[in-house]
């Protein structure tokens, strides 16, 4: 039995997969093929953040204007 990566197997048999070299399939196991888990949980945090902090400030110059207006 060889080992071999999971696309090599099924490359042959299925026209439309191609087979990634070992040096990828080791950075994609790695979990270096990308940002990790915990770096893109961080910038969706801040991205929440930030867009709550619009939302409120928009709200907050809507409310004056309409203040103003009446």
């Known amino acids: 039995m060889t080992a071999e990566s999971p696309a090599a197997g099924r490359a042959a048999d299925e026209p439309g997969l191609s087979a990634i070299s070992e040096e990828e399939w080791a950075r994609f196991a790695a ?3 990308g940002p990790g888990w915990p770096q893109a949980r961080g910038q969706r945090w801040w991205g929440v953040a ?4 619009f939302v409120v400030l928009l709200v ?10 009446s």
């Open 50 to 53: 930030a867009g709550l902090v």
């Open 60 to 69: 907050a110059v809507v409310a004056d204007q309409a203040r103003a207006l």
């Open 31 to 33: 979990g270096s093929a």
